[in-house]
């Protein structure tokens, strides 16, 4: 079971570029989420789906687009990068949004020169 | 808004003690609050979950504590091992129902 797969694992963008990180699972959880990860910080959410279809901001959206067409896509796009998005990214998903586990990917590392 | 401390400095112990680590909130009691393990270049990893009206919650050498008096959850490793070192993160709702998340304390388990 591969449960929560990202790709990809690193890459380097130049200023003003644009690029989508890809997340999918196959547990068949409605629920899915993008953080971004700083050094020293907890895990900040960026976007979250709560089903195809439907998706919403979380606490730092700003730079950021989401889209949610199947139950197991859900892609991330920078439009324009700036030095500021330099950050690890965690794709998450889980069955409920109350008590449920999350179900993390392995993150994508990404730095904006 | 609700916010979550975690040690932010590193635990050092000796394999054999038990590690003890801490999560403190502010403003309102959440109904529960997760604890997950992040190891370098991974994701995080859930372990366990404590209700509100649960005082302590155990699995196999791990327990959690949860008082609402207080703001804070206890999170416990006994008879730690080297495989125990990594990052623990506690995370709990926010009002609006999402996940915030602690920046977590770096354990590290010597022989």
């Known amino acids: 079971n591969a449960g929560v797969t990202q790709t990809p694992k690193f890459r380097i963008l130049k200023i003003g570029q644009s690029m989508t990180l890809q997340c999918t699972q196959d547990m068949n959880h409605n629920y899915m989420y993008w953080y971004r990860q700083d050094p020293g910080m907890g895990l900040k959410l960026i976007y979250y789906s709560v089903g195809a279809g439907i998706t919403d901001k979380g606490e730092v959206p700003n730079g950021y687009n989401v889209s949610r067409s199947t139950t197991e896509d859900f892609p991330l796009r920078l439009e324009l990068a700036a030095p500021s998005q330099t950050s690890v990214y965690f794709c998450?998903?889980?069955?409920?949004?109350?008590?449920?586990?999350?179900?993390f990917g392995d993150g994508t590392r990404l730095s904006i020169l | 808004s609700q916010k979550i401390e975690q040690n932010s400095e590193a635990l050092n112990i000796q394999e054999g003690k038990t590690a003890t680590l801490t999560c403190n909130y502010t403003?309102?009691?959440?109904?529960?609050l997760q604890w997950y393990r992040q190891d370098p270049g991974r994701g995080p990893v859930f372990l366990l979950l404590?209700?509100?009206?649960?005082k302590e919650k155990r699995k196999e050498r791990l327990k959690v504590t949860f008082d609402t008096t207080l703001k804070q959850s206890l999170f416990h490793i006994t008879a730690s091992q080297p495989a125990d070192s990594a990052t623990y993160l506690c995370?709990?709702?926010?009002?609006?129902?999402?996940?915030?998340f602690g920046q977590g304390t770096e354990l590290s388990v010597k022989p």
């Open positions: 403003n309102y009691s959440p109904a529960y």
């Open positions: 404590i209700r509100e009206n649960e």
């Open positions: 995370a709990l709702p926010n009002q609006g129902g999402k996940l915030i």
């Open positions: 998450a998903s889980s069955s409920r949004t109350d008590t449920q586990p999350q179900h």
